[in-house]
């Protein structure tokens, strides 16, 4: 059974950093889509970072490029965001998912799996 648990959330002031992890279990991941999406209160969720894990190339939402990198690590089986520059529109719960698809990854129609979330709280 898969599973996918968030940690790194937390509350900061604005211009401030965190780090969000995904520890990935029972599923194996090579050539597919993983990645960070976020929902704040009355608004869709949108996909924030991606990942292809197969070569590594990245995708962004306008909104976080050049402030948040997302990573992995194959051997730990977690993606990773790290998050500069924080603005209070940052706020949301933050979920990692992972797809069996290669294309498409800041869809979240792509994704089959997905996490609990992590709380991410900005303030001015």
């Known amino acids: 059974q898969v599973h996918l648990v968030e940690s790194g959330g937390g509350s900061v002031q604005a211009g401030g950093s965190l780090r969000l992890s995904c520890a990935a279990s029972g599923y194996t991941y090579s050539s597919n889509c993983m990645g960070w999406f976020r929902q704040a209160p009355g608004k869709e969720r949108e996909g924030v970072a991606a990942?292809?894990?197969?070569?590594?190339?990245?995708y962004y939402a306008d909104s976080v490029e050049g402030r948040f990198t997302i990573s992995q690590d194959n051997a730990k089986n977690t993606v990773y965001l790290q998050m500069n520059g924080l603005k209070p529109e940052d706020t949301a719960m933050y979920y990692c998912?992972?797809?069996?698809?290669?294309?498409?990854?800041?869809?979240?129609?792509?994704?089959?799996?997905w996490g609990r979330g992590t709380q991410v709280t900005v303030s001015s």
């Open positions: 998912a992972a797809s069996y698809w290669a294309t498409g990854c800041l869809r979240s129609s792509q994704y089959t799996y």
């Open positions: 990942i292809y894990t197969a070569g590594g190339s990245t």
